[in-house]
């Protein structure tokens, strides 16, 4: 008899390491969806933090420009003209950045954030596109979905791009 | 002997069990702790931001708005830099101040000879510093702080006088 009530006492135990595995279990799912959603939201924070500061510089590149010029964006921002034309012969201008989307005075490595400047002029009418983009290889902050396919030939490279025309005042 | 080993098995199954609570505990707690960490990080990128976006945009909307030839300039009042932009009314010329004061940044609306100061300003939005800085057609807005930011303005009407 007593054996008996021994052994139910064992079978008790069991069943409760039964109930708790299946609690951790459950939990695991449910953590696991937890830190997925975390992990999402953190790079989504990041991303919108990125986009911010790339839209605002390249307001200030477009600003440079329309108010003084390629001069400007050379003497103000640091832009270096790329010797190779563009596409269309545009005037393409080029400048690193660094983190934090601000000029990178010089100091940066070779695998930066660039913004890029293509101005075209026909009669009389300036036109700029600016484009900033991520260094090669930092998929984490590439854009997807909806963003991706606005910019289908970036390959999540392109965060942000700016065009702006002006209309050039001719000296008599 | 039999007994032994039974109360032996009995003491290593509410161990194990005892274990595995302590391991979901552990687990429930890192948990809390990461999503406590993710949301203080978007707090804090939200607020960096508000005063490196959302500070910058107002003072850039503002300067489009009001950007007539000699009506858009900076002026210092008190070390203080102030975005002045005045704007002529039948009853005469009012003026619109834009500065950093007390922890905020501030917009004052006057007629021009009220004699009020930058004290009475509303407070804007909060934020750790701002300064403007004019070269020309250029102005220059820069937000101070962890998420300050920098915006370079073109004056449409070249910054010149009316």
């Known amino acids: 008899m007593k054996g008996k009530v021994e052994r139910k006492g064992g079978s008790g135990s069991g069943l409760f390491l039964m109930e708790m595995i299946v609690v951790v279990f459950f939990f695991v799912i449910c953590a696991s969806q937890c830190i997925l959603a975390f992990a999402t939201s953190e790079r989504m924070s990041r991303q919108g933090k990125d986009l911010n500061q790339a839209v605002t510089m390249a307001e200030s590149i477009i600003e440079v420009w329309k108010a003084e010029g390629s001069d400007g964006l050379a003497g103000r921002l640091g832009f270096v003209s790329e010797s190779m034309a563009g596409p269309d012969g545009s005037q393409v201008y080029v400048l690193k950045l660094n983190e934090k989307w601000q000029p990178a005075d010089g100091q940066a490595e070779e695998n930066t954030r660039m913004a890029r400047i293509e101005i075209r002029e026909e009669s009389g009418m300036s036109e700029a596109v600016v484009t900033m983009e991520n260094p090669l290889g930092l998929p984490e902050i590439a854009y997807r979905k909806e963003a991706a396919e606005l910019l289908p030939d970036s390959g999540g490279r392109i965060v942000f791009k700016l065009k702006a025309e002006k209309y050039e005042r001719f000296s008599e | ?162």
């Open chain 2, 1 to 162: 002997m039999q007994q032994k080993r039974e109360q032996r098995g009995q003491i290593m199954g509410t161990l194990f069990t005892m274990l595995l609570f302590l391991v979901f505990v552990m687990c429930a707690l890192f948990t809390v702790l990461a999503g406590g960490k993710v949301y203080e990080n978007i707090g804090r990128r939200m607020a960096d931001n508000y005063t490196g976006s959302v500070a910058l945009q107002y003072i850039a909307n503002k300067i489009r708005q009001g950007d007539e030839a000699g009506m858009a300039r900076v002026i210092e009042v008190d070390d203080t830099s102030v975005l002045e932009l005045s704007q002529d009314f039948e009853s005469g010329r009012y003026i619109s101040w834009i500065y950093y004061y007390d922890g905020s940044i501030r917009e004052l609306f006057t007629r021009q000879d009220s004699g009020l100061g930058l004290s009475d300003g509303i407070p804007i939005l909060e934020c750790e510093g701002l300064s403007f800085t004019q070269d020309g057609r250029l102005l220059t807005v820069e937000t101070a702080g962890e998420g300050g930011g920098r915006l370079l303005l073109s004056l449409r009407s070249a910054g010149g006088t009316k």
